[in-house]
């Protein structure tokens, strides 16, 4: 039977900015259902972590977002542990150049399926659960949805497609459900090497001339899933210190 504590889905869960959001949201009272893809020993870690503090709250699920059948599978399986949806948060991400001249459709079909295709379907499947709590979603979109990355013409276009589908869903499903962007800027660098010139020259682009951290993500994420935020819909968040004018 369905408990008292709200649950969120939260995809991407296991590292980085994921892992923040999820730390964010259990201390605040949430259960949880924790997807990954190749990093199941970190998301047991964390998830471990987690139970320790409130045992049976947390849910792990692992899956390939580019199966067209993981949204559903990972809506069906958080609704039959937790028994109960309140909030999605789509912060899976697959990101890496695709230099005109050298892009192909596999890469195409790879950033569009994890980026704007999955989060399209996790929203639609997860929709009936979320109209029935009163629910939100939260999309992790990217500042170069807007302006795109050199070298990233297919990464920055799927998470423009992620910015539409925000305000189209939030329109859709209006008015029981709100559907929000988070959009960061220099949070965590990319795992691929990048030299500290091209670093610097972000910072200095920032207003406040600094990186932000996983945690002030997980807190804007937190924001517009709770109550606090509850006439706020079809919205994109910039957290990026200042660097979006």
Not at 136 to 155: C, E, M, W
Request: aromatic content about 4%.
């Amino acid at each position: 039977m369905p408990h008292s504590r709200p649950v969120v889905l939260v995809t991407g869960a296991a590292r980085r900015i994921g892992a923040a959001i999820a730390r964010r949201l259990h201390a605040a009272g949430h259960d949880l259902a924790l997807h990954c893809h190749g990093s199941l020993a970190e998301m047991e870690a964390l998830a471990a972590a987690l139970e320790s503090a409130r045992p049976g709250s947390v849910l792990v699920l692992q899956a390939d977002l580019q199966d067209p059948a993981a949204p559903g599978q990972l809506v069906r399986q958080c609704i039959d542990h937790h028994g109960r949806l309140d909030g999605l948060v789509n912060n899976a991400s697959s990101f890496f150049p695709t230099p005109l001249g050298q892009a192909g459709p596999a890469q195409w079909d790879a950033l569009f399926a994890v980026n704007a295709r999955a989060p399209f379907f996790l929203a639609q499947a997860a929709a009936p659960h979320l109209r029935q709590s009163g629910g939100a979603i939260v999309n992790l979109a990217d500042l170069y949805a807007g302006t795109p990355l050199r070298d990233h013409p297919l990464y920055s276009a799927a998470k423009a497609a992620l910015v539409s589908l925000t305000r189209g869903l939030a329109q859709a499903l209006a008015p029981r459900v709100r559907v929000n962007a988070v959009a960061p800027g220099a949070i965590l660098w990319p795992e691929q090497a990048q030299d500290s010139s091209a670093q610097q020259a972000i910072l200095a682009d920032t207003a406040l001339g600094r990186a932000g951290t996983p945690e002030d993500i997980a807190a804007a994420v937190a924001w517009l899933l709770s109550a606090e935020a509850g006439y706020v819909t079809g919205q994109v968040l910039h957290v990026d210190g200042g660097r979006t004018r």
